[in-house]
């Protein structure tokens, strides 16, 4: 798959195009035109045609901060084909960018009530050591190291959220994790209360 498009462009046959040219023109010039709707970015396209719709509005979120200013991303998809809305799904995108190439993964497993756990990460190649990386980006972060290579940085802001350093000479590989429990989609209506134990629900 690729990055989507605008794609569909209606024309009007020949013989009514020159009929009705006039009006078209006078109506392209007077009534304004609606804007062009943002393509979609292609991990929710392609969770969405093999049936993915409750952890969707998730994934869409994820995938498009993941390839805001990419130049073009491609995708590879893992579902359970038999619950395609029920199970896990797993991703690997491809991103790319004017002057560098990164990878990023975003996974999506449906939960109790509409909810969701999501987790993404982002895995990128930094040309410089990763001392240095820590000094300039995350100055205010904690370290723990794991190994003499292998450090994790955390913020007790974002406690959901690490950033780990490995050091790969002559550079510095970059791995920036985020992970939720629960997430629910803002925009969906509320769900009615359950009621007490005991007590059946009201009739409308």
């Known amino acids: 798959m690729?990055?989507?498009?605008?794609?569909?462009?209606?024309?009007?046959?020949?013989?009514?195009?020159?009929?009705?040219?006039?009006?078209?023109?006078?109506?392209?010039?007077?009534?304004?035109?609606?804007?062009?709707?943002?393509?979609?970015?292609?991990?929710?396209?392609?969770?969405?045609?093999?049936?993915?719709?409750r952890c969707l509005p998730a994934i869409t979120r994820l995938a498009t901060l993941t390839v805001q200013g990419s130049r073009g991303h491609d995708v590879l998809l893992d579902w359970d084909r038999k619950r395609p809305d029920d199970g896990p799904m797993f991703s690997l995108v491809g991103i790319q960018y004017p002057n560098a190439g990164v990878a990023a993964s975003i996974t999506a497993i449906p939960g109790d009530s509409g909810s969701c756990t999501v987790s993404a990460e982002r895995i990128s190649v930094a040309p410089f050591t990763c001392a240095s990386v820590a000094e300039q980006e995350l100055k205010?972060?904690?370290?723990?190291?794991?190994?003499?290579?292998?450090?994790?940085?955390?913020?007790?802001?974002?406690?959901?959220?690490?950033?780990?350093?490995?050091d790969s000479p002559p550079g510095c590989l970059v791995i920036r994790r985020y992970v939720e429990y629960g997430w629910r989609d803002p925009s969906a209506p509320a769900a009615p209360p359950a009621a007490p134990a005991g007590q059946a629900p009201k009739r409308r």
Do not use: N
């Open 140 to 166: 205010s972060y904690r370290m723990t190291r794991l190994l003499p290579i292998y450090a994790v940085y955390t913020d007790d802001k974002e406690p959901t959220s690490s950033v780990s350093l490995i």
């Open 2 to 53: 690729k990055t989507a498009t605008q794609r569909s462009v209606w024309l009007l046959p020949a013989v009514a195009a020159c009929a009705l040219a006039g009006t078209a023109f006078a109506q392209g010039v007077l009534v304004p035109q609606a804007p062009a709707a943002p393509p979609q970015d292609t991990l929710t396209r392609a969770a969405a045609s093999v049936g993915i719709q």
